[in-house]
C-alpha cells in the first residue's frame, strides 16, 4: 500500500534492527520491519497501537 508514509524512531540505532511506523492514514497504523521494507506489513488500529505505546512507556519506566 503505498500511501503508507513510514518512517523511523529517532531512538534507532544504527544495527538496523527497527520498525517503522507509518500513522499517517486515518484508521490504521501500519508497522513493518526494517529490514525487509517491501514485505509484508502489520495493520493496527490507532485506539490498538495507542495501548501499545503506553504499555511500552509504562514498563519501561519500572
Do not use: I
Not at 518512517?7 to 492514514?25: H, L, M, P, Q
Not at 501499545?52 to 512507556?57: D, M, V
Amino acid at each position: 500500500m503505498s500511501q503508507f508514509r513510514f518512517r523511523k524512531s529517532g531512538y534507532s540505532s544504527g544495527s538496523g534492527e527497527c520498525v517503522e511506523v507509518a500513522d499517517n492514514v486515518p484508521g490504521a497504523v501500519a508497522v513493518r520491519d526494517s529490514k525487509t521494507p517491501r514485505r509484508a506489513h502489520v495493520l493496527h488500529s490507532p485506539a490498538a497501537w495507542a495501548a501499545f505505546l503506553t504499555h511500552l512507556r509504562k514498563a519501561h519506566t519500572l
